[in-house]
């Protein structure tokens, strides 16, 4: 394993450092763009809020408290305020906003209005708590300040992924370029290889993200004031977490497919394909799930629960396939032949699920005419290509007969 390893390295060396040295410069670049933003905001606060219009804010909806204040038209000098003061989360399940909820969720002095919009982090209770919290505060001419405040430093799922797209690209080239094969067959098969692979481009990039994101966290302090930089540990580590979760369910996926399709253009086409068909699926699948019950329970599941049960099952049947397949086996769409049937009717139920089932989801009757004869258009179009790819089997003499 340890040749291997070397071996690999000194092949790709160049790519892998650069990798590594794009990855520390993202980490310092968020932590200046995470600086600069947030003394913008900083600026625009101090500029266009102050005590007096605040209180005269408050003053208006304790006046006002069965006024519908998304309902009426509200005074110019208040939008500002009334757009910076979440709900309080005991009104989540009122029907309509009334003044009453608008002046018992603001706070009572001007200062602890301040404080909580110059807050880095938000509380960790908060409704709209998302990884990239965009903030916006009009002027009095009506010119927009307008900021991204980033929360998880670099353990976002777009950065995460951008590894993963790494790890599928060097899986292709590598068998391209015969990487794959000189290396395999002299070292110790691909399943060493293609772990060296994960390593090398997920495995340690994913590493140094996780180092980097604390200390991202803990040396804001020393570039915005203290006393505004209150880390919720708790909904920091749950998000990252999550976009972790789903690096690792991508990677293992790329690995399923490498280990499963043969050419490296049918990969490709195979990785596109998959991601927004498998989305889509998922997401008809679940509105089909009328019991509330249960919908409920497979939100509320954690990402890592559903990563770990992917591993599980996916993991062993990827090192199956590494050992049961061969070079010559790589010039077909699927490696081996007696799984060549099984994943093309894989395809007709994703196809299936995808462009028949919304027709009958959600009481809807069939659409119009056009609809029903593009979506069987591109079913047929879809099998029959596959058909081809997959099994070698042309759909026209089927038809003819």
């Known amino acids: 394993m340890k040749k291997v390893f070397k071996a690999y390295f000194k092949l790709r060396k160049g790519w892998i450092i650069t990798l590594y040295g794009l990855l520390l410069l993202a980490g310092l670049a968020s932590m200046v763009n995470d600086n600069v933003q947030w003394h913008k905001w900083e600026a625009a606060v101090t500029k266009n809020t102050n005590a007096k219009e605040y209180q005269k804010f408050r003053s208006y909806y304790k006046n006002n408290p069965d006024l519908d204040v998304y309902g009426t038209v509200t005074p110019e000098s208040h939008i500002k305020y009334l757009n910076s003061v979440p709900i309080n989360s005991v009104f989540f399940k009122e029907d309509r906003v009334t003044g009453k909820m608008i002046y018992q969720s603001s706070p009572a002095e001007y200062e602890t209005y301040r404080d909580n919009l110059l807050a880095y982090y938000p509380k960790k209770d908060n409704y709209f ?108 580590l749950e998000l990252s977490g999550e976009a972790l979760s789903v690096a690792l369910i991508a990677a293992i996926g790329v690995s399923l497919v490498d280990a499963l399709v043969g050419k490296p253009v049918y990969k490709i086409v195979t990785g596109v394909l998959a991601v927004p068909a498998l989305a889509i699926a998922m997401s008809n699948l679940r509105q089909l799930i009328t019991c509330r019950a249960i919908s409920d329970i497979m939100v509320k599941i954690p990402l890592f629960i559903y990563m770990f049960v992917f591993a599980a099952i996916v993991i062993p049947i990827v090192l199956v396939l590494q050992k049961s397949q061969s070079l010559e086996q790589d010039s077909f769409y699927i490696k081996l032949k007696a799984l060549r049937l099984p994943f093309y009717i894989g395809i007709v139920i994703l196809t299936i699920i995808e462009f028949f089932l919304p027709f009958f989801m959600m009481g809807r009757v069939l659409d119009s005419p056009l609809t029903v004869v593009i979506n069987s258009v591109m079913m047929v179009g879809l099998l029959a290509v596959f058909a081809k790819l997959v099994l070698d089997k042309d759909i026209r003499n089927f038809l003819k007969k």
Request: avoid cysteine; hydrophobic fraction near 50%.
């Open 129 to 236: 708590y998302d990884r990239i919290i965009f903030r916006n505060l009009p002027s009095e001419t009506n010119e927009h300040t307008n900021v991204q405040i980033n929360l998880v430093a670099l353990m976002s799922e777009t950065i995460l992924l951008t590894f993963v797209v790494a790890f599928a690209l060097a899986v292709v080239l590598d068998q391209s370029k015969h990487i794959t094969a000189f290396i395999g067959s002299r070292m110790g098969g691909t399943t060493t290889l293609h772990f060296a692979q994960f390593i090398y481009w997920v495995g340690i990039p994913l590493i140094i993200a996780s180092i980097l994101s604390p200390i991202t966290h803990l040396t804001r302090q020393f570039f915005i004031p203290s006393q505004y930089v209150k880390i919720p540990w708790e909904k920091v």
